[in-house]
């Protein structure tokens, strides 16, 4: 193995959609998912996440690209691949009229797993108590628990998420976010999207973000934030808000409040420019930093509707 | 093996199976008694007036060689059974999502949907036979109490037998039918659509305007399957053997369209 547990090449799904017209749910897509740790595969509605995932475990049929699964060519040995990947696709699809413990059962009963195992997994999700009880009275959270059990079953080195958080009330997300950190601790691999951007800046090691069915951005969490370039602003917090938005406006700087700071727009270098202008105005800075940009900014501004469409061949950053 | 066994296990788990199972045994429960009432207090001759059969005489229960007799009746409805059953557990799949879930444990496609299209065939034997013999079961009562059990050789019992098993076997392929058409549909309604429109109403129309073409359609094949005799007031002869083969091929090419496509296809929309 390269050492990458998921990689996609120049992949292309095409759909035909009304009047017969060719639509790219993905276009040109290339991924690579180094061996341990969380990835975050993040992207809007329609952005292509879900189809990636359905190519990736064989669901769906690539137009064309390349694929591989822990080394493993898809489709032609993804039935050896699948034995070391548990995934989840889309909303939890479980057998109503079993109980989550037959649930657990019947797909563990296809890789001969044993029922020790399936007990084990019932305590790991936390659905011990109710395991006997029938799926389709569980709630929607309790339904992804044990679909996040199903996936744990066969102790895979490679674990594909879609949406795992959904449905689930707070205590259940971060329950989910301590396991898949947990899992990657031990030395696995977590391939999972979502839209919480909060939880995929706090749980990821690297992510990819999609737009239009293309990766934008590729790497670390620091690297796809450093990829963006630094924030024009500074952030100064000052007794006397109002004064010093005053007295920055004197020196001809663009200045406004913000959440309990003033905005400077100005480049981090020049700080000294800034503390000097307040300075003048007699306005005595306690606090002064560059104003950071978070994931959630950094995806809303390369996934919005009107940013420049990214360049085919999308290289990977800090790769 | 272990995914014919927990295709047989989810099928079984099925709500419309257990429903279609537990009416089979009211309908038995109903007959046995109205069998029982009718035949009270009468003899042997007014129970056959007129030629007529009656399910409180043992020897009744199936003539052979004009496949008629309470078996027969419920031949009708285990085959109707076995399609419906077939056919819920295939698009009752698509319904609920878990062909995505199994598909993530057993990517071979083609392995995947002939264990579920075995599974409900072997179920729906299995079950069909159990019923037939819980049907029988329950005309004993009048049988024993009311009518005769009288004339019942050793040919009569292996014809009897017999036509149980081919019963199960048409009820097995009404099963399999069901679940290849729910897959080409990817629903329930789509295989019940398509299997009353064709045997209802297509094969009557053919039947009317081309009676040559008669001995090609599925209720001529079956019925002669089912008695394993001649069918009267019918322009062609055909032997009971070419009905099978004949009904064997049209379902192999079914469930060979249903497993093509299903092989190809995508699973899930795109997002």
């Not at chain 1, 413990?101 to 019947?106: D, T």
């Not at chain 1, 396991?179 to 990657?184: F, I």
Request: proline fraction near 3%; hydrophobic fraction near 50%.
């Amino acid at each position: 193995m390269t050492g990458n547990v998921i990689e996609v090449e120049g992949l292309r799904k095409e759909y035909r959609g009304r009047g017969g017209k060719r639509v790219a749910a993905i276009d040109n897509l290339d991924l690579a998912v180094p061996e341990a740790g969380v990835f975050g595969f993040l992207g809007p509605n329609g952005s292509g996440k879900t189809t990636t995932i359905r190519c990736l475990l064989g669901l769906v049929r690539p137009t064309r690209g390349r694929i591989s699964l822990v080394g493993l060519p898809v489709p032609g040995e993804l039935h050896h691949a699948i034995r070391r990947v548990g995934a989840i696709v889309e909303s939890p699809a479980l057998f109503p009229t079993f109980t989550g413990r037959e649930n657990l059962r019947s797909l563990a009963a296809i890789d001969r797993i044993g029922a020790r195992r399936v007990e084990e997994v019932l305590g790991l999700v936390g659905l011990g108590e109710r395991a006997d009880d029938l799926v389709k009275k569980y709630s929607l959270g309790m339904r992804q628990r044990l679909a996040l059990g199903a996936t744990l079953l066969k102790d895979p080195e490679l674990l594909i998420l879609d949406e795992p958080a959904n449905g689930l009330d707070p205590a259940g997300i971060r329950q989910v976010r301590a396991l898949m950190r947990q899992l990657a601790d031990e030395g696995r691999t977590v391939f999972v999207s979502s839209h919480i951007l909060a939880e995929i800046e706090h749980t990821c090691d690297r992510v990819a973000i999609l737009r239009h069915g293309r990766c934008v951005a590729q790497g670390t969490v620091r690297e796809v934030l450093a990829s963006a370039g630094a924030s024009e602003a500074m952030l100064v917090k000052i007794d006397d808000l109002d004064a010093g938005v005053a007295a920055l406006h004197r020196a001809g700087f663009g200045a406004e409040r913000l959440d309990g700071h003033v905005r400077v727009a100005i480049a981090p270098t020049e700080a000294d420019r800034v503390t000097r202008a307040l300075a003048e105005g007699q306005q005595w800075v306690t606090d002064l930093r560059p104003e950071e940009r978070s994931l959630e900014d950094l995806f809303l501004e390369l996934t919005a509707d009107d940013a420049p469409p990214p360049a085919r061949g999308h290289e990977e950053v800090g790769a | 093996m272990n995914l014919l066994v927990v295709e047989m296990r989810r099928a079984l788990h099925r709500r419309v199976v257990r429903v279609l199972i537990l009416m089979a045994l009211i309908g038995c429960a109903a007959v046995g008694v109205i069998a029982f009432v009718d035949s009270a207090g009468k003899s042997l001759a007014e129970l056959q007036v007129n030629g007529n059969h009656h399910p409180a005489v043992m020897r009744d229960w199936w003539i052979a060689g004009g496949g008629d007799g309470a078996l027969s009746v419920s031949s009708f409805f285990l085959l109707m059974g076995g399609l419906v059953g077939g056919a819920s557990v295939a698009g009752a799949e698509w319904r609920a999502g878990t062909v995505t879930t199994m598909l993530t444990w057993e990517p071979r496609r083609v392995r995947a949907h002939l264990s579920r299209t075995a599974a409900c065939g072997i179920l729906a034997a299995v079950i069909a036979f159990a019923l037939q013999t819980v049907f029988l079961a329950s005309l004993l009562p009048a049988a024993l109490l009311n009518g005769s059990t009288a004339n019942l050789d050793s040919h009569w019992w292996i014809s009897l037998v017999a036509a149980m098993l081919r019963t199960s076997l048409l009820t097995a392929i009404g099963a399999v039918l069901g679940v290849a058409l729910a897959t080409l549909g990817r629903n329930t309604a789509f295989a019940l659509a398509a299997v009353f429109g064709w045997i209802a109403i297509l094969e009557g129309v053919i039947r009317g305007l081309k009676p040559g073409l008669a001995r090609f359609l599925w209720g001529e094949n079956m019925t002669l399957i089912l008695t394993w005799a001649q069918l009267d007031n019918v322009s062609f002869r055909r032997g009971p053997l070419v009905a099978l083969i004949t009904i064997a091929l049209y379902v192999s090419l079914i469930v060979a369209a249903a497993t093509l496509v299903f092989r190809r296809r995508d699973v899930g929309s795109a997002s």
